[in-house]
């Protein structure tokens, strides 16, 4: 069991910037997919990002050059930078985890807030 714990949101206007922090409760370096889903109110919950088990970063194209998805060394705590935040970045963000990057993920945090104003 792989317990997720993130941090960091909060709310920014348009082009401001912020970063997701998610604290695994084991190292996850080279053993779990990790990744970030949001949803947005009223909406279906979206992937973002994952970082592979063999450290590629992975983007929906909607934040690409935008969000950066990233890791300790300790291989411990996955981050998020998020730049040049826009309205539609609106969401709750959820940390996961999983032995792959497939669709339904095994592990989820509990969500962190992010909300971008005009």
């Known amino acids: 069991q792989v317990q997720l714990v993130e941090s960091g949101g909060g709310s920014v206007q348009s082009g401001g910037s912020l970063r997701l922090s998610c604290v695994a409760s084991e190292t996850f370096t080279g053993r779990y997919c990790m990744g970030w889903f949001r949803q947005a109110p009223g909406k279906d919950r979206e992937w973002v990002s994952d970082?592979?088990?063999?450290?590629?970063?992975l983007y929906t194209d909607s934040v690409k050059g935008r969000f950066t998805i990233s890791r300790d060394d300790a291989g411990k705590t996955l981050y998020l930078q998020m730049n040049r935040l826009k309205p539609e970045d609106t969401a709750i963000y959820y940390c996961?985890?999983?032995?792959?990057?497939?669709?339904?993920?095994?592990?989820w945090g509990q969500g962190t807030q992010v909300t971008v104003s005009t």
């Open positions: 970082l592979t088990r063999d450290g590629n970063d």
């Open positions: 996961t985890a999983d032995r792959s990057c497939r669709v339904d993920r095994t592990y």
